[in-house]
């Protein structure tokens, strides 16, 4: 049985009037369950016609992060709540709404987030010690972070010359380059 906070209860009753109203038996665990296994009718439905903060509440931020890039493709969606979820999955990933839904993001461990974070609040000109130095990681664990938002096509590396010294500068597709 599923534990529903005073503010879930609200959202439920909230999103089940604004997407489920003519469905009177339907509750919250029936429509989590409905969700959950995929249900595309449900899904639909609940992406259209719930408000986006509720709908992120019912499922929660960590199930919203790990789910979003696969139920984003589903047909039929409308696209005004398509981008605002895009913005508020980039804003819980990233820091940022206008970095761009990834699905590879989702499996990335706490410290290569906060990596991303700090990659998305940079000026797209900080190189990658200076990166390092902003999360307070070791260069070469950073550098690794960044090599592997390159190969899965999160990022580029543009190489610059500072004061005679060779620098590698990491942009983040959609938010510097």
């Known amino acids: 049985m599923m534990k529903i906070t005073l503010s879930q209860s ?3 009753e909230r999103a089940k009037r604004m997407a489920f109203w003519d469905q ?26 719930m408000r986006a903060a509720d709908l992120i509440e019912l499922i929660g931020i960590r199930q919203f992060i790990k789910a979003w ?9 409308n696209e005004i709540k398509k981008t605002i979820l895009d913005g508020t999955w980039g804003w819980y990933v990233a820091g940022d709404t206008s970095f761009p839904v990834y699905a590879s993001a989702t499996r990335f461990h706490p410290k290569k987030l906060g990596t ?15 990166i390092a130095k902003i999360s307070g990681r070791n260069y070469r664990r950073v550098h690794d972070d960044i090599m592997d938002f390159v190969k899965d096509g999160i990022a580029i590396i543009a190489t610059e010359i500072r004061d005679g010294r060779v620098s590698k500068v990491p942009r983040l597709y959609g938010v510097h380059a």
């Open 116 to 130: 991303l974070r700090v990659l998305a609040k940079a000026s797209g000109h900080d190189s990658i010690y200076q």
């Open 24 to 49: 009177g038996k339907l509750d919250c665990a029936k429509w989590l369950s409905a969700f959950k296994s995929g249900k595309a009718n449900v899904i639909r439905q609940s992406i259209n016609y």
């Open 10 to 12: 609200e959202a439920w």
């Open 69 to 77: 890039p696969l139920l984003r493709n589903t047909n039929e969606l």
